[in-house]
């Protein structure tokens, strides 16, 4: 499977919201409502903002959201913080006659 | 409070092998699929490997095939990779993670193979 698609790097001042796209095909992103959203910060090991597609576990901020359309799922993030300066990767399902998991290449938000 | 601890990380010639290993606390280990998921310095995340819970369904990556073997030992809690032929761009820093449907719900800190003459 092909990794999905991110933008490289997307950026935006404190307190303003951020999209970050995450397109894949039919075989992954379009046919399974399996999309997550992880957080890395430098050094540390990644961890989960949003599950199955729009769901978030307890304890992250509703600030952070997510949506599918098609082949495309998206991240939104808002009232950004700096905080949130971080590398954001989001990874799909895309198992048909076997387990597959596929990561995007990453997305990296710089907080102005 | 979940804890993956990893360990086994090193530096290897090409060709050669290393077991890295996956320490589990906090939760009931063996009710969970587990899954390695590798990141090579300065680049994105790859998935590697999965294993059930009771080791019946076992994946890899088209990359590793063949060369990785991913096992388990519930009654020790743990988590192994057995990893053969190392190549160069095996070089990474290697994650356990616990599975939960399509999602990686905890992950250990990382522990770091570099395969280099």
């Known amino acids: 499977q092909s990794a999905l698609t991110q933008p490289a790097s997307v950026s935006g001042s404190p307190g303003q919201s951020i999209t970050i796209s995450c397109t894949g095909t039919?075989?992954?992103?379009?046919?399974?409502?399996?999309v997550s959203w992880y957080q890395q910060h430098p050094g540390k090991a990644p961890t989960v903002l949003i599950y199955?597609?729009?769901k978030r576990p307890s304890g992250v901020s509703n600030r952070f959201s997510g949506s599918k359309s098609g082949n495309t799922a998206s991240l939104t993030i808002s009232g950004l913080q700096a905080e949130d300066e971080a590398d954001y990767y989001c990874?799909?399902?895309?198992?048909?006659?076997?387990?597959?998991?596929?990561f995007g290449g990453g997305t990296k938000l710089t907080v102005l | 409070e979940v804890q993956l601890v990893e360990s086994g990380g090193g530096l290897v010639k090409p060709g050669g092998s290393l077991r890295l290993s996956c320490a589990a606390s906090?939760?009931?280990?063996?009710?969970?699929?587990m899954n390695w998921v590798r990141q090579a310095p300065g680049k994105g995340l790859e998935w590697v490997s999965s294993?059930?819970?009771?080791?019946?369904?076992?994946y890899y990556a088209d990359s590793v095939k063949g060369r990785f073997t991913i096992s388990r030992d519930n009654a020790k809690n743990s988590l192994y990779l057995q990893m053969n032929s190392l190549r160069a761009e095996d070089t990474a820093v290697y994650y356990c993670?616990?599975?939960?449907?399509?999602?990686?719900?905890?992950w250990g800190q990382g522990t770091l193979v570099t395969v280099s003459s």
């Open positions: 199955e597609g729009s």
């Open positions: 990874c799909s399902y895309a198992g048909s006659t076997t387990f597959d998991v596929v």
């Open positions: 039919s075989s992954d992103v379009g046919s399974y409502d399996l």
């Open positions: 294993i059930s819970s009771t080791s019946s369904y076992i």
């Open positions: 993670a616990s599975l939960v449907g399509a999602t990686l719900d905890y």
């Open positions: 906090g939760f009931t280990f063996s009710s969970y699929s």
